[in-house]
């Protein structure tokens, strides 16, 4: 088992920062590629970005491309999500997830075993 807490959310203007943490603790961490995933209301849980255990390999969604970075320090047990730029159409709930494979896969929620709660971003206009 893993157990994954997100903090960092909150309430920022539209071209502000946020940076979101994803602590995990239970199996190894770094034997996991973990991803960042938000579902805003009414809509489907979507994929944002993905990091490959050892942190060399990321992925994006072209929507954040640019503005959002992953990283994990696996010394600490954490993968972060660092959002710049920020619009009012990144308001969501964002998931960290951790799974074994990566991969384009890396986009699916079916390739992640472990989810933490949630931790709710807002994006004044």
């Known amino acids: 088992q893993v157990q994954l807490v997100e903090s960092g959310g909150g309430l920022v203007q539209a071209g502000g920062s946020l940076r979101l943490s994803c602590a995990a603790s239970g199996r190894t961490f770094s034997g996991f590629a973990m991803g960042w995933f938000r579902q805003a209301p009414g809509k489907e849980r979507e994929f944002v970005a993905a990091?490959?255990?050892?942190?060399?390999?990321?992925y994006y969604a072209d929507s954040v491309k640019g503005r959002f970075t992953v990283s994990r320090d696996n010394a600490k047990n954490t993968v972060y999500l660092q959002m710049n730029s920020l619009k009012p159409e990144d308001t969501a709930v964002y998931y960290c997830?951790?799974?074994?494979?990566?991969?384009?896969?890396?986009?699916?929620?079916?390739?992640?075993?472990?989810w933490g709660q949630g931790t709710q971003v807002t994006v004044s206009s």
């Open positions: 997830a951790a799974g074994r494979g990566w991969g384009i896969a890396v986009v699916t929620t079916t390739q992640y075993t472990y």
């Open positions: 990091i490959s255990w050892s942190g060399a390999s990321t």
